[in-house]
């Protein structure tokens, strides 16, 4: 049981440059969330999916999207980076229709664009 | 809106001494309060949570937190502080139709 997984831990890309962020659960959670965490100021939700097949945007959207590709993996996308999106990346899950369902995080990616 | 405010950026206590981490908060309708807690280049890991009931809940590796409605905190503490405490804990509120909200984060140093 590994819990929520990441790839990749490490990424430098420069201005412009498009990744893709991959995050998996194997917990069978119906919910997860992408969350990027700058210092000082806590975690910030990008983009949330309550369910498969559903996605919605979080406090920080812009510049990201997201792909909910199965019940397992959700998919943060940049398009085009930008110095302001260094920062590290985390995914979590968590157990739908209880607001009482803690989160379970992933290990994070560093990202820094340059 | 929700929000949380963790009042200190760096609390330090010798090992052994009682240890408190502050979080307040603010939201709409009944909170479901949360702590986690973050090793140096790891993911968050859930201590506790506060659902209802009893203001006083235990958590994972000694530590509890405090419910008080009326001052609107919910204050991480553990009687005795191990070095191996140390790191960055987070307190986050969720109300209902309401995302999770994380505060700043708090950097606990236990001296030996």
């Known amino acids: 049981n590994a819990g929520v997984t990441q790839t990749p831990k490490f990424q430098v890309l420069k201005t412009g440059q498009s990744m893709t962020l991959q995050c998996a659960q194997d917990m069978n959670h119906n919910s997860m969330y992408w969350y990027r965490q700058d210092p000082g100021m806590g975690l910030r939700l990008i983009y949330y999916?309550?369910?498969?097949?559903?996605?919605d945007k979080g406090e920080v959207p812009n510049g990201y999207n997201v792909s909910r590709l199965n019940k397992r993996e959700f998919s943060l996308r940049l398009e085009s980076a930008a110095p302001s999106q260094t920062s590290v990346y985390f995914c979590a899950s968590s157990e739908q229709g209880e607001l009482a369902n803690e989160q379970y995080f992933g290990p994070g990616t560093r990202l820094t664009v340059t | 809106a929700q929000s949380v405010a963790q009042p200190e950026d760096q609390v330090n206590v010798a090992e052994g001494n009682p240890l408190t981490v502050k979080c307040t908060y603010s939201?709409?309708?009944?909170?479901?309060l949360f702590w986690y807690v973050q090793y140096p280049n790891r993911g968050l890991q859930f201590l506790l949570k506060y659902i209802t009931g009893d203001n006083l809940v235990k958590g994972s590796y000694g530590f509890e937190a405090e419910f008080n409605k009326s001052q609107t905190s919910f204050h991480l503490k553990k009687p005795s502080a191990l070095v191996s405490d140390s790191a960055l804990y987070f307190c986050?509120?969720?109300?209902?139709?309401?995302?999770?909200?994380f505060g700043p984060g708090t950097r606990l140093s236990v001296l030996p």
């Open positions: 986050a509120v969720r109300a209902y139709g309401q995302n999770f909200v």
């Open positions: 999916s309550a369910s498969e097949g559903t996605t």
């Open positions: 939201v709409s309708g009944n909170p479901y």
